[in-house]
């Protein structure tokens, strides 16, 4: 993708760091305004017609309706060139926002506390810019929901999005607390971590407190579960695999005298390895069933997979990084970092296509998924120019790049 510059002047912008400026109070209202309807996973509904509205007022095709309420806007070029596809998602968490803002949530319980209104946004603005030029190519806008542990990627990818919308090389994009505003991390290989969750009902004999002898205790096999659990990562998978077991959610008893018939636990298991996710299945199922045995109760475990690993093309990471250093100076780019063990759900398209997932710094401490966290309205001018500097430099600079990865 090459952008040409138009010598009539109708559709000429200046650089694109003066547009975004020039533009960003109007970009920090579209974003406020998403902050403060939030919705949960394919629940959509609105911020998809705010977008839409959006996009078409800059002229381009929008196709809804994908993955329930996901959408693409396709720019097409003046000229032939590669297709790029680049991706923001959607939805909120159900997490109660605390602060004071003027544009906080409306939605009770429910808020952007992990900046996917500024994701959105910075797609939205780099949309507006790029509408305005002349093009080689194509680009397919893609606004996917249902990112938080629900798997609105793979339904996309499933539902035939690169079917519909062929791509040469796919993008995602992510603000990360605790790098400085606008740095850009990106690496080849692995980037975030794979993610299974479990669930372990344990059934039990409920019986009165004061008289345990006559039943069984779904508590206190819990607890021996919950300590067992902490051997999978210390003695059953190789030390240079990362992998992390953690509950989430225990559930049991609703009486002060009585031990209850159900003991009900949730987890989630990360890992980079196919092996790993196995080994740690295969080591869930012995300690359920020895501890089943050895409490005499009934212990069910449901392992359910849910997001591979989120793996970078070697070739397009480092077409990546150096698009990014050529527009903000290598001082401002790091590829030298440890992967999340946090999981993305951008991994389905990454499995489908080539591609980069990378992370922009937010310039703050508050950690994602936090109730106080607000997406830094400072950041949309540099998410938006990676988006376009990524369509800019595309064809020159990843291509060769790619071929000598």
Known sequence: MTLIENQNGSRRVGSAEAFFRDRQAIYAGWRQH????PEVAFQEHKTAAYIAERLAEMGLAVETGLAGTGLVATLEGDEPGPALGLRADMDALPILEESKLTYRSRHHGVSHACGHDGHMTMLL????YL???RLAGSVRFIFQPAEEAEGGGRRMVEEGLFDR???DAIFGLHNWPGLPLGTVAVRPGPMMAAMDLFTVTIKASGVHAALPH???????AAGTLISSLQSITSRAVDAMQPVVVSLTQIHGG??????????VLHGT????SEQARATVQQRLEQIVNGIAIAHDVKAVLAFTPKYPATINDPGVAAAAAVIAAETWGEQSVITEFEPSMASEDFAFMLDAKMGCYAWIGNGNRTPLHNPGFDFNDALIPYGALYWAALVNSWPKTAIGTAAQA
């Open 269 to 272: 298991v990360r890992a980079f």
């Open 254 to 263: 609703n009486s002060l005298n009585a031990l209850p018939g159900e003991v």
């Open 131 to 133: 509408s305005r030029h």
């Open 165 to 167: 919308f062929p791509v």
């Open 214 to 220: 006559l039943g069984t205790d779904a508590i206190v």
């Open 34 to 37: 998403l902050h403060q309807f």
């Open 125 to 128: 603005a780099a949309a507006d």
